[in-house]
């Protein structure tokens, strides 16, 4: 058994893989499991098979990380921890131990009791019967070694191909999940992500892994071998060639496979910087879709006939026309080429990322009037659209 480490740049066709791999595997007669993150993405991966395949099958189960830790690898061996039966999961926003604007944790909360058991307050909420999802990794690796990595076997038996998507936002204990499943499991497990779209966390905590190196090491130290998806299905490669520069020379280069920018878009190609006091003349020209941090984000410069997303909300999604507007923390890459992002910065770089990948045929970048002349990139001016 070869377990996969699918390293899918964006764009480059990782849900096609995922679902033409899983129908080739059904009509073999097996039966796929692919776990997700995001729940955007498990409505996506479920209607393309269902577009690819033509109906609905029992023999492909989509579910959310969150679920599948609670229904595959915490329940059915919950016995070996804790006698009282979790219902449910409890979403954390924050650190549940934390007292509120202190940075002091409640008394209580501890992993183990006095006499060395485990502390159900540690992974469960007040009442026990839901576990708080920051803490959710946690608990099924310690449910797994209790009972012997039973959990990793009862899968391999159920399922005789697993999928893991998004595996750049796993961290720390999620790894530790993978680790029990990649030593006990006989079926193949496939992990597919994007490391440089590594915009959310899983579990709370330092433990390692944390940092994209960190995560790829642990990888290799498994044993997965490596793929690697370069082609990029969705942007040109003028917009390929900026998005490559976000991470210098850390990644391989991604070559665009659009061969044809229909006529519709034709006019306004390529890579563009646009003034504060421009915005609303480019958005009620071209209706981009414009990309922020949040919600609060643009609000005296945005008119409210934009169409918005904050950055992370976009993962996964693609559009022909796209508009960012960056934060302080990514303007010097927007600014200057030689530019690279001090690790400090990496989830504003990632968002970025993210935020560039989306686009097909057109990018503008909103830079301050001040700032907008002589940059790298052409800036655009309403006389000339």
């Known amino acids: 058994m070869t377990n996969i480490l ?8 990782k849900t096609h893989k995922i679902i ?21 993405n498990q409505q996506e991966l479920r209607r393309r098979f269902l577009a690819s395949f033509g109906k609905y099958s029992d023999q492909f189960v989509v579910k959310g990380l969150f679920s599948f830790y609670l229904e595959d690898m915490v329940r059915p061996y919950q016995q070996a921890l804790f006698s009282k039966r979790i219902n449910d999961i409890f979403f954390n926003e924050s650190n549940p ?27 469960l909420t007040k009442c026990h019967t839901k576990a708080h999802t920051g803490f959710l990794a946690k608990l099924a690796a310690r449910i797994a070694k209790a009972a012997k990595n039973a959990s990793a076997v009862r899968l391999g038996d159920i399922y005789s ?44 905590g330092q433990k390692t892994p944390k940092t994209a190196t960190e995560k790829v090491s642990a990888f290799k130290s498994m044993g997965f071998t490596t793929e690697k ?7 040109i490669q003028d917009i390929c060639l900026i998005s490559d520069e976000v991470h210098k020379d850390n990644y391989e280069a991604s070559e665009s496979a659009v061969e044809e920018v229909p006529h519709d878009f034709c006019h306004h190609v390529g890579v563009f910087i646009v003034k504060y006091s421009d915005v609303a003349g480019y958005v ?35 559009f022909n026309r796209v508009l960012i507007l960056p934060v302080d923390k990514q303007m010097p890459f927007i600014m200057d080429s030689a530019y690279s992002f001090p690790a400090s910065d990496e989830m504003a770089q990632n968002k970025l990322y993210v935020a560039i990948t989306r686009a097909r045929y ?3 970048f909103i830079v301050p009037d001040s700032k907008a002349e002589q940059l790298r990139f052409p800036l655009w001016r309403p006389d000339l659209a």
């Open 20 to 40: 033409t791999e899983s129908i080739a595997e059904i009509e073999r007669g097996g039966k796929v499991l692919v776990v997700t993150y995001t729940i955007s």
């Open 229 to 235: 998806l370069t082609k990029n299905f969705r942007s």
């Open 362 to 364: 057109s990018l503008g």
């Open 6 to 13: 699918c390293m899918a740049g964006a764009g480059s066709g």
């Open 284 to 318: 009620k020209t071209y209706d981009p879709i414009v990309l922020r941090y949040g919600i609060a984000s643009g609000k005296k410069i945005l008119p409210t006939s934009a169409r918005c997303y904050n950055f992370g909300n976009s993962k996964g999604l693609g």
């Open 97 to 123: 131990h934390m007292v509120s604007g202190k940075k002091y944790t409640i008394p209580g909360r501890a992993e183990k009791l006095e006499d060395k058991s485990y502390n159900p307050d540690h992974f």
């Open 161 to 204: 191909k697993i999928y893991f998507d998004e595996v750049q936002d796993l961290v720390g204990w999620d790894y530790e999940v993978l680790k029990s499943l990649n030593k006990s499991m006989k079926s193949p497990i496939t992990c597919v992500g994007d490391f440089r779209q590594t915009v959310y966390e899983t579990t709370f």
